[in-house]
């Protein structure tokens, strides 16, 4: 899997949209973004995935340059529950595993 | 609830000890992963089987094994069990199609003293 850059820490007042940036310069054509987070040692979990489009959930919008060099996750309201570390990682056809790295711990903050 | 349900929530064991960690995956799901997340690593992939076959391997080492049974649920075995052993063993799940997302259980906590 190709190599992603997250910060390691961002803040975010509660009730305003959170942008988390990932690069990921060395994607390959077949690669997908995923992110995921995860709350204080529970599992991790899966918010969002896209290959070119900008996609939306309940949850959360990615927004993929057009590049695809990088990439931006939206929380648009967080909440103190979104404190977490959260996770950008690339994934191809011909890997079903995720490689997590570091990630960036977001803080939400009252 | 991501529908991933492992058990038992919490292992202490003793070094040399040997341990199974049950993991049931999501109904439909044919795929399962096993993750470990110690306190100075981060989550590191250690084996995935689909439907009952092994797929991939990663850092899993010679002391542990893995099966996944015909109902689909998966068993890790960790065996000779060192301090260093001590994690958070997380089992995903995923229908096993190109590019489904995983769906992480809570984790099982080992501790070996």
């Known amino acids: 899997d190709a190599k992603t850059t997250q910060p390691t820490s961002m803040d975010c007042a509660e009730g305003r949209a959170a942008n988390l940036p990932c690069n990921h310069s060395?994607?390959?054509?077949?690669?997908?973004v995923y992110w995921y987070r995860q709350i204080h040692s529970q599992g991790p979990q899966y918010i969002i995935h896209?290959?070119?489009n900008n996609e939306t959930n309940e949850m959360a919008s990615l927004i993929i340059t057009e590049d695809r060099k990088s990439s931006t996750l939206i929380l648009p309201h967080a909440t103190l529950r979104d404190t977490a570390v959260y996770y950008c990682?690339?994934?191809?056809?011909?890997?079903?595993?995720?490689?997590f790295g570091k990630g960036t711990k977001l803080s939400v903050i009252p | 609830d991501s529908g991933v349900t492992q058990t038992p929530k919490h292992l202490i064991t003793a070094t040399g000890q040997r341990v199974t960690l049950r993991c049931s995956p999501r109904?439909?799901?044919?795929?399962v992963y096993w993750y470990q997340q110690s306190l100075d690593q981060g989550l590191q992939f250690l084996i995935h089987?689909?439907?009952?076959?092994?797929?991939a391997k990663g850092n899993i080492l010679e002391r542990f094994s893995a099966q996944q049974f015909p109902d689909l649920h998966s068993e890790l075995n960790l065996s000779s069990l060192e301090l260093g052993d001590s994690a958070l063993y997380f089992c995903?799940?995923?229908?096993?199609?190109?590019?489904?997302?995983?769906?992480f259980g809570n984790g099982t906590r080992l501790t070996v003293t």
């Open positions: 060395t994607i390959s054509g077949n690669e997908y």
């Open positions: 109904s439909g799901d044919l795929s």
């Open positions: 896209g290959l070119k």
């Open positions: 089987y689909y439907n009952g076959e092994e797929r």
């Open positions: 995903a799940s995923s229908t096993g199609t190109v590019n489904s997302p995983l769906h």
């Open positions: 990682i690339l994934s191809g056809a011909g890997s079903y595993q995720l490689t």
